[in-house]
């Protein structure tokens, strides 16, 4: 199984639960309309992953987010992750009214930082994005159309969630292209303070 950590700690998520369209700039940049409730989808365990590839059966796009850890009834985590996207075939997808998983739960398409513990969430969190130095993706909490105590709020209607599962928010505007080579470099901050520095060169 794979693992991700919460500082020292290992922790193995069952599952990780993914939010699209959460970002205006996000929705508008593919043509898409703004949702009348939140939209989910799944990762398998499997989709877990270290490395972050630029390739798999096609070019791969990156989608920056906020990410969170569920333990014991609230999410005690933040962290950073990188939900990689066949943007080709879910374009395919979409168009036929299919579901998304073929191009969004492959194995090794999210990819995630180490996380940090926290007491509650914050609304400072934020988060930006740079490759190879250029800054392409800036997110926050005040951005997004559903926060993640909401977002919990309606999983918990009608899914069961395990110690460790993850939860990714959905990404602002500046998606795009995965190149071989590419040095992805994040920081999160919650207010001036900052929290995770992370980085991956794409292969």
Known sequence: MKEVKIGNRIIVPSKVICVGRNYCAHVREL???????????????????????????????????????????????????????????????????????????????????NFIEMSEVSDAISFILKINGVVVQEGNIDLMIYKPVEILSEIQKFMSLHDGDILMTGTPGGVGRINEGDLFTVTVKDGAQ??????????
């Open 194 to 203: 900052i929290i995770i520095e992370d980085s991956w060169v794409a292969s």
């Open 31 to 113: 043509g898409n309309e703004i949702p009348e409730e939140i939209v989910f989808f799944l990762k398998p365990n499997s989709a877990v992953a270290d490395r972050l590839l630029a390739y798999h059966q096609e070019q791969l796009h990156y989608e920056g987010e906020l990410c969170f850890i569920y333990e014991k009834g609230h999410f005690s985590a933040v962290g950073f992750g990188i939900d990689l996207t066949k943007r080709k075939l879910q374009s395919s997808l979409k168009e036929k009214g299919l579901p998304w998983e073929r191009a969004k739960a492959f194995d090794g398409s999210a990819v995630f930082s």
